[in-house]
């Protein structure tokens, strides 16, 4: 968050199924995230993070892991791990 706009706190009650946000905070997520976002919780970090919804998850996602498979060898790694498979 830009250090120019202030923290605002809501409270969740048991009571509701609804979260009162203030105006000039949903503003501010239109104005950065746009009208569709995604409510991401952390269960290790107990944090509610908000990502902008991606137009296309297909997209969002190509390439995911791409670094990982360079190290191990990719194509050659997955050649070598089914040699080791039982007929």
């Keep these: 968050?830009?250090?120019?706009?202030?923290?605002?706190?809501?409270?969740?009650?048991?009571?509701?199924?609804?979260?009162?946000?203030?105006?000039?905070?949903?503003?501010?997520?239109?104005?950065?995230?746009?009208?569709?976002v995604l409510w991401v919780y952390d269960e290790d970090s107990?944090?509610?993070?908000?990502?902008k919804r991606?137009?296309?998850y297909?997209?969002?996602l190509s390439g995911l892991g791409a670094e990982m498979w360079k190290k191990i060898g990719g194509t050659d790694y997955i050649r070598r791990d089914r040699e080791q498979w039982d007929d």
């Design 1 to 36: 968050m830009e250090a120019t706009q202030p923290v605002r706190h809501s409270s969740v009650n048991e009571d509701y199924r609804v979260v009162l946000i203030p105006k000039d905070m949903v503003d501010f997520i239109k104005e950065k995230l746009g009208k569709d």
């Design 46 to 51: 107990k944090e509610l993070t908000l990502i």
């Design 54 to 56: 991606p137009d296309s």
């Design 58 to 60: 297909t997209e969002a």
